[in-house]
């Protein structure tokens, strides 16, 4: 037996026996033993796999500049994102803005506005558009994360990604998305047109929230591994996906407002099967991007 075929029934079996990805993972660790974390090299693991549950927090807060490559300032810069942390919630208390009722992904929120210079004079006026795809990537987040300084310090940095980084590519999501399912499949796609629903998909879930709302949170974090780590093209993958999925439902409803609003609620059950295939597509005709959009 050849050294690749001895690895290739070593990750069969292991995957039989519920081991899936413990080469991975044994790479991974080798990684982030680094005394210089290589941030290409975790890009491009994040890309090809799914990062185990233990270091998706450190994997996240490493590609978002959250903490620095060098391990050995890591602890000393968590103390000061902590203590920003502490200092814009403080301030947060003294105008009456928060209190302890609050809900944890409205304080977020508010700590994003006071960050940014963007908190309204109330907390009792209505929130914007932008303000409504934060707290849904919050709550998302809240699910994932089980300490509340990483949670604010990831979410912030991560719409902070698709504010800027993904700005430009993030509005042309629709029209790739309607290439890639004519590709896959010209029927589907040629129904939705005849329902004129291909204008009225929930493109702001899918693309603005990057599906959070739409896909439990233990499916949606594979995702978002790929967009932490350079690709917001995934997303275009898994609309396309869900569309794949559900192809038989969709091409029996006849209007855009019944497709739309079944496509905003999705059977969760299938979700860990649509990511996976999702990723099988993206992999098909993108190959293992590194740092491409």
Same mark, same amino acid.
């Given at each position: 037996?050849?050294?690749?075929?001895?690895?290739?029934?070593?990750?069969?079996?292991?995957?039989?026996?519920?081991?899936?990805?413990?080469?991975?993972?044994?790479?991974?660790?080798?990684?982030?033993?680094?005394?210089?974390?290589?941030?290409?090299?975790?890009?491009?693991?994040?890309?090809?796999?799914?990062?185990?549950?233990?270091? @998706?927090?450190?994997?996240?807060?490493?590609?978002?500049?959250?903490?620095?490559?060098?391990?050995?300032?890591?602890?000393?810069?968590?103390?000061?994102?902590?203590?920003?942390?502490?200092?814009?919630?403080?301030?947060?208390?003294?105008?009456?803005?928060?209190?302890?009722?609050?809900?944890?992904?409205?304080?977020?929120?508010?700590?994003?506005?006071? +960050?940014?210079?963007?908190?309204?004079?109330?907390?009792?006026?209505?929130?914007?558009? +932008?303000?409504?795809?934060?707290?849904?990537?919050?709550?998302?987040?809240?699910?994932?994360?089980?300490?509340?300084?990483?949670?604010?310090?990831?979410?912030?940095?991560?719409?902070?990604?698709?504010?800027?980084?993904?700005?430009?590519?993030?509005?042309?999501?629709?029209?790739?998305?309607?290439?890639?399912?004519?590709?896959?499949?010209?029927?589907?796609?040629?129904?939705?047109?005849?329902?004129?629903?291909?204008?009225?998909?929930?493109?702001?879930?899918?693309?603005? @929230?990057?599906?959070?709302?739409?896909?439990?949170?233990?499916?949606?974090?594979?995702?978002?591994?790929?967009?932490?780590?350079?690709?917001?093209?995934?997303?275009?993958?898994?609309?396309?996906?869900?569309?794949?999925?559900?192809?038989?439902?969709?091409?029996?409803?006849?209007?855009?407002?019944?497709?739309?609003?079944?496509?905003?609620?999705?059977?969760?059950?299938?979700?860990?099967?649509?990511?996976?295939?999702?990723?099988?597509?993206?992999?098909?005709?993108?190959?293992?991007?590194?740092?491409?959009?």
């Amino acid at each position: 037996m050849t050294e690749d075929s001895q690895r290739n029934f070593r990750s069969v079996y292991y995957e039989k026996v519920g081991f899936r990805g413990v080469e991975e993972k044994k790479s991974l660790e080798i990684l982030l033993k680094a005394d210089r974390l290589d941030i290409e090299k975790l890009c491009t693991f994040s890309q090809r796999f799914p990062l185990p549950s233990m270091y @998706r927090a450190l994997v996240w807060k490493v590609l978002l500049g959250i903490l620095p490559p060098h391990h050995e300032s890591h602890a000393q810069v968590m103390m000061y994102r902590k203590e920003q942390y502490s200092d814009v919630l403080h301030a947060l208390n003294v105008v009456r803005f928060v209190s302890n009722a609050t809900p944890q992904v409205e304080v977020y929120l508010r700590m994003y506005q006071l +960050e940014s210079g963007k908190l309204p004079r109330s907390s009792s006026f209505p929130l914007e558009t +932008e303000d409504e795809v934060f707290l849904a990537i919050a709550k998302a987040m809240e699910e994932m994360m089980e300490d509340s300084v990483d949670c604010y310090w990831i979410i912030r940095c991560f719409v902070n990604q698709l504010n800027n980084k993904y700005r430009e590519a993030l509005p042309q999501l629709p029209k790739v998305f309607e290439q890639y399912l004519n590709l896959e499949d010209s029927r589907l796609l040629n129904h939705l047109k005849t329902c004129s629903a291909v204008s009225k998909l929930p493109y702001d879930l899918w693309f603005k @929230r990057c599906f959070a709302g739409c896909l439990p949170e233990s499916s949606l974090q594979r995702v978002w591994d790929k967009v932490v780590s350079g690709s917001c093209k995934i997303l275009v993958f898994v609309a396309v996906e869900i569309l794949l999925t559900f192809k038989i439902k969709v091409m029996a409803l006849n209007s855009a407002e019944k497709i739309t609003k079944f496509l905003e609620n999705i059977p969760q059950d299938s979700s860990d099967a649509i990511v996976s295939k999702a990723i099988d597509l993206w992999h098909k005709h993108c190959g293992t991007p590194v740092h491409s959009s």
